[in-house]
């Protein structure tokens, strides 16, 4: 990013619970913080709860490095073919093009921030989100979710 694009971007100041309401694959209640367009392309950034047993499928972001903190609970994170557990306090940086996915196998929610750099996965987000709120029963169908995923670089591998 230049100095020139550095100098456009606003403050951003936002409390507990503001930001842009979204949800994950699963529907998990997102908020994205940070949208790309709003820091001139650097990064995004979300903040999300994770139910109890709830988490994505394997996938990987053509485009994206993701980076999760985990703020409370824990997560399972798998790289590769590792699992990690990632209790509160917690950093997992996931190359780009790294097969990965997050899970809550824990008895509480846990709540975690997500960066993306390049930015992107924000869009696709707001996407499924839209289309669940245009939907009759409020779902997506799994080839709904994963078509919008490839548009906005990511790829599901199961």
């Known amino acids: 990013m230049s100095a020139e694009e550095?100098?456009?971007i606003?403050?951003?100041v936002l409390g507990p619970g503001e930001g842009i309401a979204v949800g994950g694959s699963a529907g998990t209640p997102t908020v994205v913080k940070v949208h790309g367009k709003d820091v001139g392309g650097a990064y995004s950034l979300?903040?999300?709860e994770v139910p109890?047993?709830?988490?994505?499928?394997l996938h990987r972001h053509v485009y994206a490095e993701e980076a999760f903190y985990v703020v409370e609970g824990e997560l399972t994170i798998r790289l590769g073919d590792e699992d990690l557990?990632?209790?509160a306090g917690s950093f997992v940086l996931v190359p780009r093009g790294t097969p990965h996915f997050f899970a809550n196998r824990g008895a509480r929610p846990a709540k975690a921030v997500f960066i993306?750099?390049?930015p992107?996965?924000?869009y696709w987000f707001e996407e499924m989100t839209e289309l669940r709120k245009a939907s009759p029963t409020g779902t997506l169908d799994w080839d709904s979710i994963a078509t919008l995923a490839r548009?906005?670089?990511?790829e599901f591998l199961e």
Do not use: C, V, Y
């Open 6 to 8: 550095a100098a456009k």
């Open 10 to 12: 606003r403050r951003i």
């Open 46 to 48: 979300l903040d999300m």
């Open 52 to 57: 109890p047993g709830n988490g994505n499928r």
């Open 85 to 87: 557990l990632a209790p």
């Open 116 to 118: 993306f750099s390049p």
């Open 120 to 122: 992107g996965p924000e």
């Open 151 to 154: 548009k906005h670089g990511t």
